[in-house]
């Protein structure tokens, strides 16, 4: 069975601060990865996704990943942080097939001190 | 275009209670989720629709839950009755699939409290 770790619950860092939120997986393959982000009040938003292709993935709000094969990670990265950052962040894998349900990690709470 | 919808956003019932949660996915959209966060846990899948067609039900938690799909269009998820267990946030997700794969955008979900 598939699983994902998301070893820190919790994260705080300075606004402008760089932001690196870890996100590790047990797949038998390579499996489809996903990033959302969830803000207070708010559903989940794609941040950013990878299927194939260049291992380093740009999304919205200036976001990136980095899918490394040899870790069975994808660990999220922003430059700088901006207040606005601050939600829960949720890594997820399925299976290379049309159809498949989403495996979350437990998420990672960031906070960002002004 | 509009996102995926549920409604309500949110519902407080007592327990023994039933309990219907709404979703309209995204216009198009043949691949329909269920999902739940419970208190302090992981999102967990509940079951996957395929137009009117249960594709995967593996996640459902017991007989108490219920989910349709009316005409491959919305979906509910009946709870009969509600237990203390049941309280959580409630999410859906719908999906196209495309060449290269596939995305599942996401409801804003339904917070259920059970009392």
């Given amino acids: 069975a598939q699983s994902v770790t998301q070893p820190d619950i919790h994260i705080t860092v300075s606004e402008g601060a760089s932001l690196e939120l870890r996100c590790n997986y047990s797949y038998g393959a390579t499996p489809y990865l996903f990033w959302y982000v969830q803000s207070p009040g708010q559903g989940l938003q794609l941040l950013l996704k990878y299927f194939s292709g260049d291992t380093l993935v740009q999304g919205i709000k200036g976001f990136e990943a980095e899918f490394k094969r040899s870790q069975s990670s994808f660990n999220l990265r922003k430059p700088s942080v901006h207040w606005s950052d601050a939600a829960e962040y949720f890594c997820a894998v399925a299976r290379q097939n049309a159809g498949n349900m989403l495996t979350f990690g437990g998420g990672t709470r960031l906070m960002v001190k002004p | ?115």
């Fill in chain 2, 1 to 115: 275009e509009a996102g995926v919808t549920q409604f309500p956003s949110h519902s407080v019932i007592e327990k023994g209670q039933t309990v219907t949660l709404r979703c309209d996915p995204i216009s198009g959209h043949d691949n329909l989720y269920w999902y739940r966060r419970v208190m302090g846990k992981e999102i967990k899948f509940l079951l996957h629709f395929v137009k009117e067609s249960k594709q995967d039900e593996s996640g459902m938690p017991n007989n108490r839950f219920l989910a349709e799909r009316t005409g491959g269009t919305y979906s509910t998820l009946k709870v009969q009755p509600a237990e203390l267990e049941d309280s959580g946030v409630y999410f859906c997700a719908s999906s196209q699939v495309l060449a290269g794969g596939e995305t599942q955008y996401f409801g804003p979900g339904t917070r259920l409290l059970v009392l």
